[in-house]
């Protein structure tokens, strides 16, 4: 606990990480509003809605049991929970109050969200990370901006990539005030301005600092009309640690040989912080197959916008006949980043299986998915096991699934 009350009293003691405390609080406040009124979670966590489970919880659907109108309450108290610590971190008396209520929303939220991995987006991630650097990070200024530095650097280097270049992983979609002529100028400057220009965000110079802080600016507005109001929002939120940390106290002030933001302890805290998060984003890349058709082990990072993917999907059911028949793999709210994600179908089987588990006329089913990027003539079978429910397949979060097909032969 003496750890925890060190970073209670630094932020008691810093107007700017109060603030910076209510802006991640009215983040959480946008998470209800995205998640009543754009994607449903009170829907998709419902009873008898198929559920998508995370690669770390296979067995999702056994904590499923709350009805609708139970769901519905929970998630009033997530928006009621995160207003009280927006007023506890308006007024400085109450900022210990403001940070205990911050640290339950981790938990609150992570129950809705670890449910169902269609709820998985970087929104989430990023304010995660955020949270938990203004919660358990000494030298919370230094390491919260150093840390959105890092967000939209990697976010440059998963750009690195033709579809992002081409504008075709945009999904058709067009940017506003961007005409069509000039996407793939603007896919490409987008890149320059996070993996080169971002670094300015930590200059001195207020031309340099403020000409970026604009840029990303005018970036999350022309994306509003494909992403929707929830992440340039929240990218506001997180950006005003910048705002507020060069305004209300002075950065030489903080950076003067002695002072706390220096220390071993904060500095070794800092490396642990940044540093974990710059490795993590490699460990998509140590999975074998293309981790856009794949998906294995891209929960664990940054993902942004995918390549574009298609795919076809199919389980054939049988009966204690020998009849066959189609059973669809089919869910809703899938969004273009999951749609076709090994572990999407996987669950759905799944959610076949244990449906028709007390039929005595059901045998098995057989299931096959096949998938491509966008463009590409060849289909790449990603899925085919003929008995699926006798072998019912793991998932593993840490390494390769046999089942995930990475070297078939083209179709």
Not at 108 to 130: A, E, I, K, P, T
Not at 152 to 164: D, H, Q, R, S, V
Request: glycine share 6%.
């Amino acid at each position: 606990m003496g750890w925890i009350q060190r970073q209670i009293e630094e932020i008691e003691r810093d107007r700017a990480l109060q603030l910076f405390g209510l802006a991640l609080a009215l983040a959480n406040v946008l998470t209800f509003a995205f998640w009543q009124f754009t994607l449903p979670v009170v829907e998709i966590l419902a009873p008898d809605a198929v559920p998508i489970c995370w690669p770390f919880f296979n067995d999702c659907h056994l904590v499923r049991g709350l009805s609708e109108s139970a769901l519905s309450g929970l998630l009033w108290g997530y928006l009621a929970a995160s207003l009280v610590a927006v007023v506890a971190f308006a007024s400085p008396r109450f900022a210990w109050l403001g940070y205990w209520i911050l640290f339950a929303l981790l938990f609150y939220r992570g129950f809705f969200l670890f449910q169902d991995y269609r709820l998985r987006l970087n929104q989430h991630y990023m304010l995660y990370w955020s949270m938990f650097a203004f919660l358990f990070v000494p030298g919370k200024r230094m390491a919260i901006r150093y840390l959105v530095v890092l967000f939209y650097f990697w976010a440059g280097i998963i750009k690195l990539n033709p579809e992002w270049i081409s504008g075709a992983a945009l999904y058709g979609e067009s940017l506003l005030l961007i005409p069509d002529s000039l996407i793939s100028a603007a896919c490409i400057y987008v890149v320059v301005l996070e993996l080169l220009l971002i670094f300015a965000l930590l200059s001195s110079r207020a031309w340099w600092f403020w000409a970026t802080l604009a840029q990303l600016a005018m970036f999350h507005l022309i994306s509003w009309g494909i992403v929707g109001f929830y992440y340039p929002l929240l990218m506001a939120c997180i950006l005003s640690i910048f705002v507020l940390e060069r305004y209300i106290q002075p950065p030489l002030q903080r950076e003067k040989p002695g002072t706390p933001s220096l220390t071993r302890g904060r500095r070794v805290a800092l490396g642990v912080l940044l540093g974990g998060f710059f490795s993590i984003q490699f460990l998509p890349y140590a999975y074998p197959g293309d981790s856009a058709i794949t998906g294995e082990g891209r929960f664990f990072a940054l993902h942004m916008f995918d390549a574009p993917i298609e795919c076809q999907a199919v389980a054939l059911k049988t009966t204690a006949g020998g009849q066959q028949a189609l059973a669809p793999l089919q869910a809703r709210n899938l969004s273009e980043r999951v749609h076709c994600d090994p572990i999407v179908f996987w669950s759905m089987a799944r959610h076949i299986c244990r449906s028709n588990r007390a039929d005595p006329d059901f045998v098995d089913i057989g299931v096959l998915v096949r998938t491509r990027r966008v463009g590409q003539a060849d289909w790449q079978r990603v899925i085919e096991i003929d008995r699926f429910c006798q072998i019912d397949p793991a998932y593993r979060a840490f390494g390769h699934n046999d089942w995930i097909l990475i070297d078939s032969e083209p179709q």
